[in-house]
């Protein structure tokens, strides 16, 4: 094997390697956004420190879109869950061959407490659906979430279930 050749393989297992490496750092950081959404006591600032600050996120109906940082604060601080329990499940990511951007995949499964507009009634609720984000690499070699896009699936009171509908709104009258 000529030298040439052992640079060539090496170049190459080195780009894997930073790939794979990419990969595991997309991964602890879509951790960290279940963590945070789950730490309601620290959700604007733990979720806020995780993406771009031009950060665009798409939550579906019902839900709504928010754009940049401050926007990212107020959509958190109104949000109708007062305990959640996020599993988010991977299904791909995709490292973009420049190594700057990346796409991910994920299913979200996810039990949680809605309560109504003036926080005197709470419903437990199952959530499910699908992530779909896109990352930016940073200067210092970090990941940050550029883009969500969430699609719910399933959004039922938890002793009603889903054998019927899968999307419902939740109904605080007793």
């Known amino acids: ?6 640079q060539e393989r090496l ?3 080195e780009a894997r390697l930073t790939r794979l490496e990419d990969m595991e750092a997309i ?3 879509k ?21 771009t600050d031009d950060f665009e996120a798409d939550y579906g109906e019902g839900f ?11 959509f958190l601080r109104a949000s109708p869950f007062s305990w959640t329990m996020h599993y988010m499940i991977p299904k791909r990511i995709d490292v973009a061959a420049d190594g700057r951007t990346a796409t991910g995949v994920w ?16 419903r437990a609720v199952w959530l499910a659906g699908v992530y779909e984000d896109s990352y930016c690499k940073q200067a210092d ?22 054998e019927g509908e899968r999307i419902v709104a939740i109904d605080f009258a007793d």
């Open 141 to 162: 070699g970090g990941w940050k979430i550029g883009s969500i896009k969430f699609t719910a699936t399933l959004l039922v009171p938890y002793v009603r279930g889903w």
């Open 11 to 13: 170049n190459a297992m």
């Open 27 to 29: 991964r602890r950081l």
């Open 1 to 6: 094997m000529s030298e040439i050749d052992l």
């Open 64 to 74: 709504g879109t928010v754009r940049g940082k401050d926007e990212l604060r107020e």
């Open 31 to 51: 951790c960290e956004h279940a963590l945070a959404s789950d730490d309601h006591e620290h959700l604007a600032e733990r979720f806020v420190a995780i993406v």
């Open 107 to 122: 299913y979200l499964w996810e039990p949680a407490a809605a309560q109504n507009a003036s926080a005197t009634q709470e």
